[in-house]
Nanobody, 117 residues
Framework: QVQLMESGGGLVQPGGSLRLSCTVS????????MGWYQRAPGRERELVAR???????DYRDSVKGRFTISRDNTKNTVYLQMNSLKPEDTAVYYC???????????WGQGTQVTVSS
């Protein structure tokens, strides 16, 4: 059974940094995407960044230059380094793993990120 365990959320002041981690237990087939989504208050869940198992990365425009996604395949872990955080980054962040050989994907439980002074 595949499970995703997220960590690293919290409260940070504007301009600060946080690093989210998501470790996957269980077997995930390749190729696959590992990524992060956010659900801000009153909004739908939206893609923040994703990284393919071949290393190709996609970012949402609003986080380009501020967020960096990476993955360590030896640890089955995906990271999201978030710098220069803004109040509008406040959201619940969800880890997602999508194997391209199956229909559907796996989700973490979500971790709250609050950017406020």
């Amino acid at each position: 059974q595949v499970q995703l365990m997220e960590s690293g959320g919290g409260l940070v002041q504007p301009g600060g940094s946080l690093r989210l981690s998501c470790t996957v237990s269980g077997s995930i087939s390749s190729p696959n995407y590992m990524g992060w989504y956010q659900r801000a208050p009153g909004r739908e869940r939206e893609l923040v960044a994703r990284i393919h198992s071949n290393g190709v990365i996609d970012y949402r425009d609003s986080v380009k230059g501020r967020f960096t996604i990476s993955r360590d395949n030896t640890k089955n872990t995906v990271y999201l380094q978030m710098n220069s955080l803004k109040p509008e980054d406040t959201a619940v962040y969800y880890c997602n793993v999508r194997p391209l050989t199956i229909i559907g994907s796996y989700w973490g439980q979500g971790t709250q990120v609050t950017v406020s002074s």
